[in-house]
């Protein structure tokens, strides 16, 4: 066996109220590949903040080979040479490659000016070990997310990074990224480099670890070999209680046709692609789930977007909301027509940090909740509370702050302010993005159940078995085209992504 | 984190700035009468006056704060009051010369109608101007900072190439223009009038702010613009309210600030005002993010800042004036350290003057105390002494707090 880098000893981190490290002891051995698992709130990011200096008050004792560590900044990590990628990204935007790469640790000419070129030098070997042909000099926010996450890890490197903690990398990258990804990975590894990497996706943990540990709230459920166990193990405990299974029997009765869209294109000014969206046809009916599948890119939001009036673009052809044509150029013209969006970035662009769950979910129909020109705060409480209780939404009260509540109860307060507005189309864009696994298995339940009461709904995923479980018909986007369309009994993983790979 | 059962402590809690600020008033007030027996001997003046400037404060910074809580800023407020004034003011020396083109001094007595319409028209250019913040913000595309420091500095010359011109057509160019009209005077000579209107203002702002849709539609655009334009709100309506709201009660302001001296001055009037508004606003609990904020704790800010400033006015005597942009500086500076430093655990036990930091900014601080006590009949050894005594203070205090940390590391390790 190993020798362990790192030793965890009984650590317990407190946050008023909430308790999110409870006595956490385990080891991660010098040269392995340690995977860290766990629904949200389990407690990874706690932990990995410990690890990498963020975070530095917690009791227990943290030991690095062998040396008792008590990090009192992420300089200090890196002094022991642990690095940190973070799921979001930290690079300013608006410097080069290179500056990024060196930031805070510039080199410096005799004369003590920046010395560019020396950065830019070392920064295109980093990169060139890391197989990304990206210029040096380029701007770090015109680069692909994928590659702005090869700088970060280039970064790490230049720090001569001995232990890399990886957290959730391949969430934003699309299957050649991801590809590109396990290959520096195995390149570091054969560096004699120490990877802690955290992840929800099975077949990513399976794939790469040596060694798979568990947290469930707070604590650590087991360490295991990936020789001892099984994806099915590892998700059972994860979750510690059985996933509610969908009940696939039952084939969902389709109704008429709710939305025709007919030859939609959605024009990219100044992009050598000019589309962003090219000659769309398609359907959707009462009834009906209808999956949007394709990479990052190609197309998946801009196309919910233009059906929702919220496209940075006008749209041309035809899209008919019931056999009428419509051309929204606001969402609030969109919502009256009687469709609705859950965008895609919850913190983003969905819920109001500033107000309570009970003022989220009344958000899009406070209008209907007026008496006299103000807010009638009994109706308003109604149909929060009707709400509340028909999605299982947990909270302590409606007038807890939103921000109190786990990523999937945001989520179904979100797709709860639009199901008061009963739309006639739903459309979700990646609905499950950082939601955990017990609360993912809850939102398949209700699609399901919205759809059999005659809704049609629209959803788009970056994970493929997700699409397949819910959806009767999948639509492939690739590079803004519509490249296929299967019904459920046709979809399989292997013929979506070859037509998500068209040309 | 949690939210308490005890509805006592719900509303506690919810109302803690507007709480600490009544408190801190009521306890300027005391010590400030203890000193100085004017607020005792002269209360009801006193309190008259302190309520006639709070009010005329109010009125703008109510507006000011709503263009916060949408998540803008405006800073057009004090070019705005002497845009107002002046609009105001012309309005009826244009209206009463057509009126009685042959008296010697028509604004003298001008009749009731022609006052009605210069408020009216007053307030439809501080409609005109928010329209135009709007269109700078929403259509061109200027940051809400830029396009209110463009009529910020505009606002003012153009108020005073304005006045020239008309008093020159009058028949003799100046910088003023006076109205001597008693009923027009009358709406400044009284401590009541601005509370009304005050009262009025801020009243159906609190209204708007709290029960009505468009209200929770600021409060949600302030939070998350791209949220709310997504949730089927029309974001670019409710600015132009917020920024129309903004000038228009600038702008009422400026009616009263005029009528109080009987003449518009582009020169003077309103100077500054714009950073008092916001400095309220702040003090009253606003963030400048957008999304966080209360009326009633505006009215309270706009209170206590008028409080302090009437009370260091009764301590110092002549020459107070002075002082008031320093009260307002180190207000805001306290208010905004208290609000967040309050919702941290450590809060006030860090350490405030850590490292190199912390041993420039302690001579920093000495220094501008040692001016703050100059006075023309003081001398520069006294502030200096001042200046050495709070070096010495601060000091001893950085370096008990640099050994208290050093001690809690240690025992850490």
């Known amino acids: 066996m190993a020798e362990p880098i790192i030793e965890i000893r009984q650590v317990t981190k407190r946050f008023p109220g909430v308790i999110a490290l409870q006595d956490v002891t385990f080891d991660v051995e010098t040269g392995e590949l340690h995977s860290i698992c766990g629904e949200n709130g389990a407690g990874k990011s706690t932990l990995m903040k410990i690890l990498s200096g963020v975070e530095t008050q917690y009791e227990g004792e943290l030991f690095v080979k062998g040396n008792l560590k008590q990090f009192t900044s992420t300089r200090d990590a890196e002094s022991s040479e642990i690095s940190i990628i973070h799921q979001e990204l930290n690079l300013v935007e608006e410097l080069s490659a290179a500056a990024n790469i060196f930031l805070g640790r510039e080199k410096r000419t005799a004369l003590g000016f920046l010395d560019n070129p020396a950065m830019e030098t070392a920064a295109a070997e980093l990169l060139r070990q890391l197989d990304c042909d990206v210029h040096p000099g380029t701007l770090a926010g015109s680069l692909r997310v994928g590659d702005q996450q090869l700088l970060e890890i280039a970064r790490a490197l230049s720090l001569k990074t001995e232990i890399l903690i990886m957290d959730e990398p391949t969430s934003a990258l699309t299957e050649a990224e991801v590809a590109r990804l396990y290959r520096v990975i195995e390149r570091l590894r054969a560096n004699g480099v120490t990877i802690l990497y955290i992840s929800h996706k099975m077949d990513e943990v399976f794939r790469l670890s040596d060694r798979i540990t568990v947290l469930r709230d707070g604590r650590v459920v087991q360490t295991l070999k990936k020789a001892d166990t099984s994806p099915q193990q590892i998700t059972h405990l994860m979750v510690g209680r059985e996933i509610e299974r969908l009940d696939q029997s039952v084939p969902t009765a389709t109704g008429e046709v709710v939305l025709k869209v007919e030859d939609l294109s959605l024009p990219w000014p100044g992009h050598a692609r000019k589309w962003r969206l090219h000659n769309i046809n398609f359907e959707l009916r009462r009834g009906e789930i209808l999956g949007i599948a394709g990479l990052m890119g190609a197309g998946r939001t801009e196309l919910l977007e233009c059906l929702f009036g919220a496209s940075s673009e006008v749209p041309q052809g035809k899209i008919l909301l019931e056999g009428i044509q419509v051309l929204f150029s606001h969402p609030s013209q969109a919502k009256a027509a009687g469709i609705a969006m859950v965008t895609e970035d919850r913190k983003r662009l969905g819920i109001f940090s500033e107000l309570d769950v009970g003022q989220n979910i009344s958000m899009c129909t406070l209008e209907q909740m007026r008496k006299g020109g103000l807010i009638n705060s009994r109706r308003e409480r109604e149909s929060v509370s009707e709400i509340v209780n028909n999605l299982r939404v947990k909270t302590a009260s409606a007038q807890s702050a939103i921000t109190s509540l786990s990523g999937g109860n945001q989520q179904k307060t979100i797709i709860g302010r639009w199901l008061l507005t009963k739309p006639k189309v739903l459309l979700l864009d990646d609905p499950t993005r950082g939601v955990d696994v017990g609360a993912k298995a809850e939102l398949y339940v209700l699609m399901k159940q919205l759809a059999r009461q005659g809704m049609a709904v629209m959803v788009t995923s970056s994970e493929l078995p997700e699409l397949l479980t819910v959806s009767d018909r999948i639509l492939v986007l690739s590079e803004g085209h519509l490249t296929g369309s299967f019904s459920r009994a046709e979809a399989t993983e292997q013929k979506i992504m070859e037509a998500a790979t068209l040309g | ?413």
Not at chain 2, 65 to 85: E, N, P, T
Request: aromatic share 8%; with cysteine.
């Open chain 2, 1 to 413: 984190m949690n939210a308490p059962a005890n509805p006592l402590a719900k509303f506690l809690r919810k109302y803690l700035t507007e709480i600490v600020l009544i408190f801190g008033c009521i306890l300027v007030f005391g010590f400030t009468a203890l000193i100085n027996d004017a607020y005792v001997s002269r209360f009801q003046y006193n309190v008259q006056h302190i309520i006639r400037y709070t009010s005329m404060l109010g009125i703008f910074a109510v507006g000011a704060s709503i263009v916060i809580i949408s998540g803008g800023i405006d800073l057009s407020s004090g070019s705005m009051i002497a845009f107002g004034g002046m609009t105001c003011c012309m309005t009826i020396s244009i209206l009463s010369r057509l009126v009685a083109p042959d008296s010697a001094d028509p604004t003298a007595d001008v009749p009731l109608w022609i006052i009605a319409s210069a408020i009216m028209i007053t307030m439809l250019v501080g409609l005109l101007v928010g329209t135009l913040h709007t269109w700078l913000i929403t259509i061109v595309g200027l940051p809400p900072f830029v396009a209110t420091l463009a009529s910020l500095v505009g606002l003012r010359s153009l108020a005073l190439i304005m006045t020239k011109a008309v008093t020159a057509w009058q028949g003799q160019q100046a910088f003023k223009i006076n109205i001597q009209d008693e009923m027009f005077g009358f709406l400044g000579s009284q401590w009541w009038i601005p509370l009304v209107v005050f009262a009025v203002v801020a009243g159906t702002a609190w209204i708007l702010m709290n029960k009505t849709v468009t209200g929770r539609h600021l409060y949600a655009m302030g939070g998350n613009e791209q949220a709310a334009k997504l949730s089927g709100i029309r974001t670019e309506r409710l600015k132009w309210l917020a920024y129309c709201l903004g000038t228009s009660t600038a702008a009422i302001a400026g009616i009263l600030f005029s009528s109080e001296v009987g003449s518009s001055d582009p020169q003077t009037q309103g100077i500054g005002y714009e950073l008092f508004a916001i400095a309220a606003a702040v003090v009253g609990g606003c963030s400048l993010q957008g999304g966080v904020g209360r009326i009633t704790g505006v009215v309270m800010g706009a209170m206590f800042l008028r409080v302090v400033i009437d009370a260091v006015a009764k301590i110092i005597g002549s020459g107070s004036s002075d002082y008031e942009g320093l009260i307002v500086g180190l207000l805001v500076v306290l208010a905004v350290a208290f609000n967040q430093l309050s919702g941290q655990r450590q809060g006030w036990k860090k350490q405030f003057f850590p490292g190199l930091l912390g041993w420039m900014t302690i001579p920093i601080i000495s220094l501008a105390v040692g001016a703050s006590v100059l006075t023309p009949e003081g001398s520069l050894g006294f502030g200096l002494t001042v200046a050495a005594i709070t070096l010495a203070v601060l000091s001893f205090l950085k370096v008990g707090a640099d050994m208290a940390t050093t001690q809690g590391g240690k025992s850490h390790g």
